[in-house]
């Protein structure tokens, strides 16, 4: 995984967990797309003060997930619902009896609502 996109879904999930600032500066740099010029210019402290911050950060939320693991396993549980989306709808469309094709239906609406 491209590591902007890991860093900005790690922020989703352990965000809160950092400084106001961090959060911010991390947040404007990865997912607004701001550059550190911008982000020190806005912050009102300089380049270098921002990319530490930053890296600080990145090294805090790398840390929570390998303690924490939530990514990982909200991961895990994505991969889950989405194999049972399909086995339902396997199942679904090669049953001849309407009270499997119901149940695998209501399988089926049931995984894909968790996902969301």
């Keep these: 995984m491209e590591k902007k996109f890991e860093v900005s879904l790690l922020l989703d999930f352990y965000g809160q967990l950092l400084s106001d600032s961090g959060r911010q500066m991390t947040n404007l740099y990865y997912n607004d797309d701001l550059s550190l010029a911008e982000i020190a210019e806005q912050c009102s402290i300089t380049r270098q003060g921002v990319r530490d911050k930053i890296k600080r950060c990145e090294k805090q939320l790398f840390a929570f997930e390998q ?34 094709k119901a149940i695998a239906l209501c399988i089926e609406q049931n995984a894909d609502s968790l996902k969301e």
Excluded: C, T
């Design 67 to 100: 303690k924490l693991g939530l990514f990982k396993r909200f991961q895990q549980l994505e991969q889950g619902l989405e194999k049972i989306s399909a086995d339902a709808k396997e199942i679904y469309n090669n049953s001849d009896d309407s009270k499997i």
